[in-house]
């Protein structure tokens, strides 16, 4: 059985890895980026989603926005090429890569109160407690954060309008669940950025 490490390692990239992470389900992350890096995502599993949110590292009010991504890219799923803008719109990430196309960018992600309402369930295990977990650190709470980003994650949109989340297609151990982003720079400040994962609960 191969082990994660040769999963993550089965499609070489280019260029110089400068660091990895292993994110566990209902685990995260949070980093700074330069102008010109990539982020990779690898599903190693199969049928996770990481939740993606983004900051300008100079001021960390200007955060990834989805509502203007989607306006500026006119489309609702982003796909090779697009650009995530900031609230400012200007442009933080680009994806660079994409060999599992799902993605969901135009609503929030889960929290203990969406949770409670479509579950009846409180306490869960939420998305938003991850993320403001993960950023804690520098100062946010759990209602700073911006709506993420959110690869692989399989939404379906029926005639009528009506909207369900279903299973991810990505399959453990194939190139079909990678995500690559290319980070943007921010004008002449600083080109770096703090950047959020964090796998969904499953
Ligand atoms: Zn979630």
Known sequence: MPSQSDILHKHPVSGTIVEEWIIPARGYAAFHMK??????FVDIEGKQVPDLVCFNAQDLGEAINMGNSLLINKR???IKGNVIYSIRCRPMMTITDYSNALSYSYGPMCSEEVNRIRYGVPNTPNCRGNLAMALGPWGFNY??????????????VDGNGTMEIREPTSVPQLREHEAAFGMDGIGDAPPAAHLVLSPQPR
């Open 76 to 78: 609702r799923e982003f």
């Open 143 to 156: 209602r700073d954060i911006p709506n993420a980003f959110v690869p692989f994650m399989n939404v379906e």
């Open 35 to 40: 102008k010109g890096q990539v982020l990779r």
